[in-house]
């Protein structure tokens, strides 16, 4: 062995504690099954025994008992690092550890580990060298085995020690972690990669080596890596294996999912925003009650408070609506609302906003901004206490015109409004206008349309001991108008005569042919003092006469009383029906009944040549008569003779009111809120000619009185 040979001069011998030493160590590796070796330095014997012959390739007839036998069977590649270990366990005294090749004869080469000590002699220097060894030819197998597998892996894996330092690293760890094996191997992980210091790296790594417990975790490392990695590190005797793969493009992936999701999310919340406006701006056409509660709906969605504001006929602003997300704060709201408008000058960005049309926005310093347009002091410091950071002011458009604003405003913790929520709000102010518009477009036609009807509409007369109470209900929608009509007056032979009918259509022309046959009715019926089957077919005859083109519903009903029936405290009740609803009598103790002709006889319009006849009856005073168009009695989803039973349920249950209560309590209790068809009522109480007459009975409902034909035309 080069480096180290055998020492000249007078031979030194082992203490007596140093072969004691040796022997123990004879016997130690003989039981482990472990070759040993003890190399003189001053002779240069080298003596094995026949577990390092074996390893060798030897027998005692061929072993040499030389340094020179063992470095013929070490492979030529490891022989040098093999002598310089040797050499240098020698120089120091010190310990040998060594793994290297041996080539057996035929070639074949087993891997073998030695670790050896240098005894000195009383001087301190090595005079033997004492060892043993052992084939580790299978564990470099198993060893090169593993390390073809994880070489070929798709996934990285390295191994850190207990200090942290990188002692293996396959290629496709190389190539995750952008440096090259010799870079990392010895290397401090921390020092190499510094962004992982407090990450989630550190702690999870720190969490596996103190619990001894296995990790896994996915964790994001900044430029220049910029990569999602899924992690999952096992603790072990040398250290850390950390096994690793690349999961950016899964978690980009699943980013621009969440991302769509967010976004689909966000649509869908735009869309339900805008279909709670729509619904809520069409359940009324009232204006302040359509507009009013706007900002409910914007916020906090779109902003964290919102004012909505009215724009006239004229241009002046008037703000109806208020809200903010912080139940606290909107009282200040409610304030800045109150005093706001007064004190904007002209420069203000709601008063640019109504001037173009167009919205105004401010992304930044949103209360400094208000401030510069608020002369008021009392607004200025309730901007300051609201604090916006932006907000925008949008028109409300309708018909090429502003019928309103909305002002939006974001506090200092939300950024201002992206495109999309100001695509929204435009979108939101759109259907507001027009909404708004419309309720404008209705309050206006629904004033006149009900003022045109109650013109054509008189005052019911008054005779003596007879009251008569009439009511118009229109219908809700606007110009819904113009079919029922009503009528109540005196003849010239002292009759009173009642009248209730139904043009059929809702529009001007049914009004003015209603006006037109109303007057024609009346005419007739004050003229000819005729009864009332006479006068529809005199009315059906004159319609045809000058063309009036309609078809529509009446009853004419006459009060008479002669001497008799004066005597008697009764009157006589006559009455025709063309194609009406019968009318519904409450007699003084409480009996409710309908007065139906029968058979039932043609509308007017149809056929002026058809016979019609009369129905009469006696009734006492202290009756209620009751006439009444289809509106009161006619409902989607159920029969006439449903309403009909309805009505004088209803009669019935009230026949203790006055004539007056009655009447608006009927409408009340029978006429739902939206209806779609006018209502005309006439109601007429025949009081005694002395004194009232109480009720004898209990309000209940009874077949109809059966009607007494008089005469027929």
């Known amino acids: 062995m080069s480096g180290v040979t055998p020492r000249g001069g007078d031979v030194t011998h082992l203490t007596v504690?140093?072969?004691?030493?040796?022997?123990?160590?004879?016997?130690?590796?003989?039981?482990?099954?472990?070759?040993?070796?003890?190399?003189?330095?001053?002779?240069?014997?080298?003596?094995?025994?026949?577990?390092?012959?074996?390893?060798?390739?030897?027998?005692?007839?061929?072993?040499?008992?030389?340094?020179?036998?063992?470095?013929?069977?070490?492979?030529?590649?490891?022989?040098?690092?093999?002598?310089?270990?040797?050499?240098?366990?020698?120089?120091?005294?010190?310990?040998?550890?060594?793994?290297?090749?041996?080539?057996?004869?035929?070639?074949?080469?087993?891997?073998?580990?030695?670790?050896g000590r240098a005894l000195p002699d009383g001087a301190g220097r090595a005079v033997r060298i004492l060892g043993a060894a052992y084939d580790t030819t299978d564990t470099r197998d198993a060893d090169a085995r593993t390390s073809r597998v994880l070489e070929t892996m798709p996934s990285a894996f390295c191994s850190l020690d207990r200090d942290w330092r990188f002692s293996y690293v396959n290629a496709e760890a190389e190539r995750l972690l952008g440096r090259s094996r010799a870079e990392l191997l010895g290397g401090d992980a921390w020092e190499l990669f510094p962004d992982a210091r407090g990450s989630v790296f550190e702690v999870e790594y720190r969490r596996a080596a103190e619990s001894g417990e296995p990790v896994a975790f996915e964790a994001y490392y900044p430029p220049p890596l910029d990569r999602w990695y899924e992690v999952r590190a096992w603790p072990g005797p040398d250290g850390l294996s950390v096994y690793f793969l690349d999961i950016t493009v899964r978690r980009r992936a699943q980013e621009e999912a969440e991302e769509a999701r967010r976004r689909a999310e966000e649509a869908a919340d735009r869309l339900g925003l805008l279909v709670r406006v729509g619904e809520d701006l069409s359940a009324t056409l009232d204006t302040e009650e359509a507009v009013g509660r706007l900002a409910q709906h914007l916020v906090p969605g779109l902003a964290d408070w919102c004012i909505v504001t009215l724009v006239d006929e004229q241009g002046a602003l008037r703000d109806i609506g208020s809200w903010h997300s912080d139940e606290e704060l909107r009282p200040a709201v409610a304030a800045y609302r109150d005093a706001r408008l007064p004190a904007l000058n002209e420069r203000s960005f709601l008063h640019r906003a109504l001037r173009t049309g167009r919205p105004v926005t401010v992304e930044r310093d949103g209360t400094a901004a208000l401030l510069d347009v608020l002369a008021e002091e009392e607004a200025r410091d309730l901007a300051r206490l609201l604090a916006p950071e932006s907000f925008a002011m949008l028109p409300l458009p309708a018909r090429g015109r502003t019928v309103g604003l909305v002002s939006l405003f974001r506090g200092p913790g939300r950024a201002p409004m992206p495109p999309q929520d100001l695509l929204t709000a435009l979108q939101v102010a759109d259907r507001a206008g027009v909404a708004l518009d419309n309720a404008r477009l209705y309050t206006h036609q629904h004033r006149m349309a009900e003022g045109l009807q109650r013109s054509l509409l008189t005052a019911p007369v008054e005779p003596d001991h007879v009251q008569i109470a009439v009511r118009y209900q229109p219908a809700a929608a606007a110009a819904q108008i113009g079919g029922d009509w009503y009528d109540a007056f005196l003849t010239p032979d002292g009759a009173t005569v009642l009248v209730i009918g139904d043009v059929m259509g809702h529009d001007i022309e049914a009004a003015a042919a209603m006006s037109q046959v109303r007057s024609l009715l009346r005419g007739i019926a004050y003229s000819s003092g005729t009864g009332p089957a006479t006068v529809l077919t005199s009315l059906d005859a004159t319609m045809q006469g000058l063309a009036v083109d309609t078809t529509a519903t009446a009853l004419v009903a006459r009060l008479e009383q002669v001497v008799d029936d004066r005597e008697r405290d009764v009157a006589r009740l006559r009455w025709s029906s063309a194609g009406h609803l019968p009318p519904v009598l409450l007699a003084p103790d409480g009996t409710v009944s309908s007065l139906a002709v029968h058979p039932p006889q043609l509308l007017l319009g149809v056929d002026p040549t058809a016979r019609r006849s009369d129905a009469a009856i006696t009734v006492d005073r202290g009756s209620t008569l009751l006439l009444y168009t289809d509106g009161l009695v006619e409902r989607r989803g159920a029969s006439l003779e449903d309403g009909l039973a309805r009505l004088q349920d209803v009669v019935a249950e009230l026949a203790h009111l006055e004539l007056e209560a009655l009447c608006d309590e009927v409408l009340a209790r029978l006429v739902p809120a939206g209806h779609d068809d006018d209502v005309a009522l006439v109601g007429v109480r025949l009081h005694p000619l002395d004194r009232p007459r109480p009720a004898e009975a209990g309000p209940h409902r009874v077949p109809p009185h059966p009607p007494t034909p008089l005469t027929r035309d």
């Open 17 to 115: 504690e140093q072969e004691v030493e040796r022997l123990r160590w004879q016997l130690a590796i003989s039981a482990g099954g472990v070759g040993g070796f003890d190399w003189d330095l001053v002779t240069g014997h080298l003596t094995w025994d026949d577990r390092l012959l074996e390893l060798f390739g030897y027998d005692r007839s061929t072993f040499r008992e030389s340094i020179e036998a063992f470095n013929e069977r070490v492979h030529p590649d490891d022989l040098p690092r093999v002598t310089q270990a040797l050499a240098r366990c020698a120089e120091t005294c010190g310990e040998f550890d060594a793994e290297y090749r041996v080539v057996l004869p035929g070639g074949v080469t087993r891997w073998v580990r030695a670790r």
